[in-house]
């Protein structure tokens, strides 16, 4: 059975299997009494077929839109245009000077001839009644007029079915068809012989075993189809920054409206479409829409979003234009929920396991019903009246055909592949329970026989609450892990030190310091951006006056490719400086001068080289993140179209953040280790800190292997092969290197790999793995070991079970 499984049934991969498999499968389950309910839970290839039309169709709609504002703007600039659109009644009623379709119209059309005509993004704005610094107003009133004007950003669901709907899907069963004519026949024909009640006692005994087995299927299904509209609820929750009333908060995608302003960072997914307020170095990638891999440069010129694509790089502001249904992403993902998600293995063979009982059972009934049937065909044979039949005679013959059937309806189990479908589910409840995202059924399935874990570090193994509690200033080491030994610090520090460590921090950072509805100070960002601006202001730094002292002209966002982030500062007075941070040995190999004792910037021997090298590998020793800031004057005629140079840096000083490791990740990876599972980390940090966090957490063991990023690059193929077992921590890592040694442990040494990582940066290792788990709520590594730990130790007693 096993054999003609995985020839037949063993094509479909856990992701990305090929059209043809699926296809393929489905018309070898030869045996279905219902194939409505058979196939309920399986992908809809032909919806899949017009997603990809609708695709298509938008790429070639979004290329001719930007070929023909290209050539548009020619001309436009310099003319004085006059936009003949006239406001409906109703919206100008409602206080608002432009509708839904002509924003819509605006940007799915990339239409920047309609744009200049509203007066750009700041008219639009002003039509919206909103404003692209302080956002929408919160007055309960006004949102509920907006919602009625402009609509809610949802998408248009399959209503919910009545219990109704699956009794009469239950009812199409063929066997039970068959049952119900072989009642209604026994009823007939034995109220005609012996008359009611007596003559109906087997007709209605058919009849009341098809009902029971129709109520006990339909309860079954509704209740399934109920738990799956509640997971799909649950997979949908997505939170976004938002400023409203001037206050940055953090508000659900369905509550977003027309005129929000919604701040993006990288991995963010545009949750409406919309237009670019401000931003630096935004790329966005609309693959999803468009099918088309190359990522779009959007800015002043190109301010149009589309909901549903991703921010592959940098950061930026956005003002809501369009939501729900009248999105491009709206209408695609309706026909796209109609698909349905690929089917998982365990499923397709599970389907091959009923066809192949129901071939069985179908035999055994047609057996039975043969050697019924002879008795009575031998004796009537026998006794010369073979075309003699009666009423009794053919209502034998009916009763025989009736046990048959039922054989049938008792052995194909057309309901197993609906309940592992129904116990994935319960898996995925289980497992968002403990605040770990899971979009794909096959990944409940398939952790069940993993055998290598590939973990992110920070906010996975550690708490991801990140503080600064060392720092080396002008060559000075100091403890600052509380408020009186900062202010220590800062006393100790020469003025012009302390003024350019305050210009960089605040500046150079994607977080921000802002007031909330409370009137309290709050730290928005990234943990290591909030630990650094925690730091800063409290050494006595005010963040916004920082901020109002230089113009930001360009910024390059932090990516685990670069591991740096870079941002150019027009001071007063017109002079340029460029502040620079990331991973310390790469900053600091960057940087020719540091700031001494007593302010004065001179330059960086290798002794004073080495001596800060020699104090980032303390700090890391010692577990602590290490981050290094620098700065440099530009020369004067430097363009903002210019790359911001990568060498030539001063060197401000170095910080030491601490990241706890996350309670219970030790006993967690010992008992990993016990059920057969291998756990390696992988992480852009320093291998210092990466090793030392790796022995607190017991995955460096003696035997095994730390390796850096660079190096693993450079290796050869025969070199990888003998040292890919032996890694257990991999250090200063690109998303390219975790990818390449996820791709190695599945094909090379065919492990059954988990990747764990924040979704952004570890994209395409969580898309090469068997078992992809992007965090989206940090810290939920140690449930996910015991998850897979458990899983395992289940999986190896079925294969048992089963052999």
């Not at 925690?534 to 901020?547: M, N």
């Not at 025969?718 to 890694?727: A, S, T």
Request: aromatic share 6%.
């Amino acid at each position: 059975m096993e054999t003609y499984l995985e020839e037949n049934f063993g094509g479909v991969k856990a992701k990305n299997s090929s059209e043809e498999a699926l296809r393929r499968w489905r018309k070898l389950c030869s045996v279905v009494k219902n194939p409505k309910r058979r196939f309920r839970f399986t992908a809809n290839l032909d919806k899949r077929g017009e997603a990809q039309a609708i695709k298509h169709a938008n790429h070639e709609k979004l290329r001719v839109a930007v070929l023909v504002s290209k050539a548009a703007l020619q001309f436009i600039h310099g003319l004085s245009l006059r936009s003949e659109y006239v406001v409906p009644e109703e919206v100008k009623a409602a206080g608002f000077q432009v509708c839904a379709d002509e924003l819509g119209s605006i940007v799915e059309g990339h239409d920047s001839k309609k744009l200049i005509t509203h007066g750009g993004v700041t008219g639009i704005a002003d039509k919206l009644a909103t404003s692209p610094t302080d956002g929408l107003s919160t007055d309960e009133e006004r949102i509920k007029c907006r919602q009625d004007i402009y609509g809610v950003n949802k998408f248009t669901e399959s209503e919910v079915r009545s219990f109704w709907v699956f009794v009469w899907e239950a009812l199409q069963d063929t066997t039970l068809i068959i049952l119900a004519a072989c009642a209604f026949v026994s009823l007939v024909v034995g109220i005609a012989m012996e008359g009611w009640p007596k003559g109906a006692h087997d007709g209605l005994g058919i009849v009341a075993s098809i009902l029971l087995v129709v109520f006990v299927t339909a309860t079954s299904d509704y209740r399934q189809s109920l738990q799956f509209k509640d997971l799909d609820k649950e997979k949908k929750k997505i939170q976004v920054q938002v400023t409203r009333n001037g206050f940055r908060q953090r508000l659900s995608i369905y509550d977003l409206l027309p005129g929000d302003v919604v701040h993006l960072a990288i991995g963010d997914q545009v949750p409406a479409d919309g237009l670019f307020i401000s931003g630096f170095s935004l790329l966005i990638n609309e693959s999803s829409l468009t099918g088309e891999s190359e990522p779009a440069v959007v800015n002043e010129d190109n301010p149009f979003l589309l909901s549903g694509t991703k921010v592959q790089d940098g950061s930026c502001k956005m003002m809501v234009t369009t939501v729900g249904m009248r999105t491009q992403w709206g209408k695609l993902m309706a026909t796209l929920s109609e698909g349905g998600d690929d089917e998982t293995p365990l499923q397709v063979k599970l389907n091959g396991v009923a066809t192949i009982i129901g071939k069985i059972g179908l035999f055994f009934a047609v057996i039975t019903f043969i050697v019924l049937s002879q008795v009575l065909i031998s004796k009537k044979y026998h006794e010369g009246l073979l075309l003699s039949w009666s009423a009794d005679h053919a209502l034998e013959m009916l009763e025989h055909f009736a046990i048959a059937v039922t054989i049938v309806v008792v052995a194909v189990p057309e309901g197993l592949p609906l309940a592992v479908t129904l116990s994935l589910a319960f898996a995925m409840k289980k497992m968002m329970n403990d605040k770990a995202l899971v979009r794909n059924l096959a990944a409940c399935e398939t952790m069940g026989s993993a055998t290598t874990i590939c973990s992110d570090k920070t906010g996975t193994l550690t708490t991801n609450h990140m503080t600064v509690v060392k720092a080396c200033i002008c060559g000075n080491i100091k403890e600052v892990n509380n408020p009186k030994s900062a202010s220590n610090l800062c006393s100790e520090l020469p003025e012009i030190a302390v003024k350019t460590l305050m210009e960089s921090v605040f500046n150079n950072t994607g977080g921000e310091v802002v007031i909330n509805e409370e009137g309290t100070y709050q730290i928005l960002g990234t943990p290591t951006e909030t630990a650094l601006l925690e730091f800063a202001l409290s050494l006595g730094g005010d963040f916004k006056a920082k901020r109002n002292e230089a113009k930001i002209v360009k910024m390059e966002p932090f990516n685990s490719t670069k591991k740096r982030m870079s941002v150019i500062l027009e001071l007063p007075g017109g002079r340029c400086r460029a502040h620079c941070k990331g991973a310390s040995e790469i900053v600091l190999a960057a940087c020719d001068k540091y700031i001494d004792e007593t302010g004065g910037v001179v330059p960086l021997d290798k002794t004073t080289a080495d001596k800060l090298n020699g104090i980032i590998e303390s700090f890391a020793n010692e577990a602590l993140r290490t981050l290094c800031l620098a700065y440099m004057e530009m020369e004067e005629g430097f363009s903002v179209e210019e790359q911001i140079p990568l060498q030539g840096y001063t060197c401000i000083g170095i910080v030491g953040i601490k990241d706890p490791v996350r309670p219970g990740v030790r006993e967690s990876v010992a008992i990993c280790r016990s059920a057969g599972i291998m756990v390696r980390m992988v992480t852009g940090d320093n291998i210092n800190t990466a090793k030392a966090i790796a022995r607190e957490c017991g995955i460096l063991t003696e035997d095994g292997l730390a390796i850096e990023g660079p190096e693993f690059r450079e290796k050869n193929l025969e070199e990888l092969l003998e040292l890919v077992p032996k890694i257990q921590v991999m250090a200063r890592s690109s998303p390219l290197d975790k990818h390449t040694l996820v791709k190695h442990l599945r094909t090379t040494f065919n492990q059954v790999v988990a990747v764990t990582g924040d979704g952004t940066n570890d994209a395409p290792a969580l898309h090469e793995a068997d078992i992809g788990l992007a965090m989206g709520i940090a810290g939920t590594e140690v449930r996910i070991f015991n998850h897979l730990k458990n899983q395992n130790r289940k999986f190896c007693s079925l294969q048992s079970q089963l052999k």
